[in-house]
Every structure is written in C-alpha cells, then in structure tokens.
C-alpha cells in the first residue's frame, strides 16, 4: 500500500502533467526536501510543512520537480497560491529564507544539469537533443521580442512553459510531451502557428 507521502508526490506531480508540464518529483525526492527543511515550512520556519508548495507556481510553467517544490503549511502555501516571486510580502518570508530557498534549489538544479552534460559526453544523441532544446529555447525567445504584439505573446507563453524554471535542467522528452500537450489544448490561431513552428526548429526543419 502506498505510503500517504507517495500519495501526495504523486499528486504533485499529476497536477503538473494535467498542465503539460514536468513532473518528476519521486518521493525520495521530497523526504530529502523535508529533511533539509527539518519538516517545518520553508516560508515561515516555524509551523510543521503539510503541502508541497511550487516555488515557481504550475500557472506560471513550474513543475513538479525536485528543484521547484519545497515544504510549506498550509497558510503560506494558500497565502502565496500563484504569486510571482518578487510579489511575495515580507510578512510571507523574509529575504534571509528566500535566499536560503533559492540557493537550496538551485543546488539541486545545478546537480542536475551536470549529471545531463556528463551523459551527453558519453552519448551523442542525448547531445543532440540538448542543442535541439537550447536552438528552441533561442527561437522563442527571438520571436517573444520580434513579432507582432498577439505572436510575442504567444512565444512568451510557449516559451515560459516549455522550459519552467531556469535551473531546471533542459530535458528533450519533457519538452516534447510539453509541446505536443499545448499543441493540443491550444485554442488561440497564434499559439497554434508557435507550436508548428516550434516542431519546426526541434527537429531542424527551418
């Protein structure tokens, strides 16, 4: 039977595949979280973490990674709910625990992206798909600056979900299904036209 903190990584991260976007936290993963954390919540530092919280909000690209969640009480998870970061009142945390959270998952991140350069040494096709993502990654950030008012929205839309928060390590696979998913949820003409040519310049076509 699975464990209650299983049950609630798991979750997690069917919130995030619900929005197309990573979710890979395990619950290895998040025990370590709560134990760098000393199981209390990481905004306020003083009341027991029973949420996990996405410290890039879903609404805003974050997913359920190991480098996005952290422990947080109930009242500061709600209390925060999609906030961007620099939104975030001091009476929620203080600067001191926003860098001590920041540098925590950043670590975690940085890691992440070594063991990704170690294995595109070892094998070239997960090279490729690394410069395939990076050249995407480019491109939509050209297009946000460069089109129209409707196409820069939609590439910065695309691009804020494709690739979440800027730690996380760059993966093929995840970018792919991310795509495939806001290709297929779209409802927008601008979005759409960004997605095919988003294909496009993933697999070199352009």
Request: glycine content about 4%.
């Amino acid at each position: 039977m699975a464990s209650a903190l299983a049950k609630q990584v798991a979750a997690c991260n069917r919130r995030a595949r619900e929005r197309g976007l990573a979710g890979t936290l395990t619950t290895l993963d998040w025990q370590h979280s709560l134990e760098f954390f000393k199981q209390q919540c990481s905004y306020c530092g003083t009341a027991t973490a029973w949420t996990i919280d996405h410290f890039q909000a879903l609404a805003y690209g974050g997913g359920s990674t190991h480098s996005n969640v952290v422990p947080a009480c109930q009242l500061c998870n709600t209390t925060k709910a999609s906030s961007f970061l620099h939104e975030l009142p001091p009476s929620l945390i203080s600067s001191e625990r926003l860098l001590t959270i920041r540098t925590y998952l950043e670590a975690i991140g940085k890691r992440n992206q070594e063991s990704m350069r170690r294995l595109c040494v070892r094998e070239p096709r997960f090279a490729q798909m690394e410069a395939a993502v990076a050249r995407l990654k480019v491109y939509c950030e050209q297009r946000s600056r460069e089109s129209t008012s409707s196409e820069s929205a939609a590439y910065g839309y695309l691009r804020l979900m494709l690739f979440g928060v800027e730690w996380d390590p760059s993966h093929y696979f995840q970018v792919t299904v991310s795509l495939s998913w806001q290709e297929q949820h779209s409802t927008l003409p601008e979005l759409t036209a960004a997605c095919q040519n988003a294909w496009s310049i993933l697999h070199d076509d352009a």
